[in-house]
């Protein structure tokens, strides 16, 4: 697996999945920056080989355990823009994930949605995948998607680090 070594390649592996390449911007942004001992990545939606795989709102036209399909896909690709700005080895903690999901107006159910994305990541980094998290209904997300996830990982000190 290009650019992802060591224990989450084979966390990735043994789920049978392939970090992909890092989704190209949709506007004026950068998909993760890194920030001293911290990686904070921009929203990143169910895009797969370039492509929305899902659109529409959670409760109408996305059926609710599809959108928990699609908030993992959102947090692979979260992993994807942490690995573009430092090894997923490093990653420590995932400090927080804010899930976002276009809800039809009776739909309450966002935090069964974003729980893919929690699920995953936890799958992934065992209890460094255990994090605070936000879990908002919204009327919509660009291009129509039916979830949106980012997240915030802390990356072990380097010896470049200075703490004060």
């Not at 990686?39 to 109408?60: C, E, F, H, I, R």
């Not at 490093?90 to 994305?117: L, M, R, Y």
């Not at 994090?131 to 998607?145: C, K, N, Q, T, Y």
Request: glycine letters at 10%.
């Amino acid at each position: 697996m290009a650019g992802v070594e060591g224990a989450v390649a084979e966390a990735l592996a043994r789920l049978g999945l392939e970090l992909p390449a890092v989704v190209p911007p949709v506007a004026a942004y950068q998909p993760a920056v890194r920030a001293g001992d911290h990686v904070y990545t921009s929203g990143q939606l169910p895009m797969v080989a370039g492509a929305l795989k899902a659109t529409g709102k959670v409760g109408a036209e996305v059926d609710p355990e599809d959108a928990y399909d699609l908030a993992r896909i959102c947090a692979l690709n979260a992993l994807a823009a942490v690995a573009s700005v430092a090894p997923l080895d490093e990653v420590v903690q995932i400090v927080k994930v804010v899930g976002f999901v276009a809800s039809a107006p009776e739909f309450t159910g966002q935090p069964k949605v974003v729980n893919g994305a929690s699920e995953l990541l936890g799958e992934v980094f065992g209890d460094a995948g255990v994090h605070a998290r936000s879990a908002v209904g919204v009327a919509v997300l660009p291009l129509d998607a039916p979830v949106e996830v980012e997240l915030i990982a802390r990356l072990a000190p380097s010896a470049k680090t200075v703490l004060v």
